[in-house]
């Protein structure tokens, strides 16, 4: 078994690459949501800890 899931769909000639990049989009996609949702907190949080000049 492979350690990361997505090399399953590399072959030893041949790489699914259609598989691959859906695979991707459903792992990339919730933590896409997530931050958009959370968004203005996390950028309230970067300019509260900003240096004072």
């Given amino acids: 078994m ?3 899931p997505l090399e399953s769909f590399k072959g030893a000639h041949h ?3 259609n598989l ?3 695979a991707t989009v459903l792992v ?3 933590v ?3 931050f958009f949702f959370v968004q203005k ?3 309230e ?3 509260l800890t900003g240096v004072k000049g």
């Fill in 15 to 17: 790489t699914d690459w």
């Fill in 45 to 47: 949080g970067v300019t």
């Fill in 41 to 43: 907190a996390f950028v």
């Fill in 32 to 34: 896409i949501l997530v």
């Fill in 2 to 4: 492979p350690l990361f």
């Fill in 28 to 30: 990339m996609a919730p």
């Fill in 20 to 22: 691959t990049m859906a």
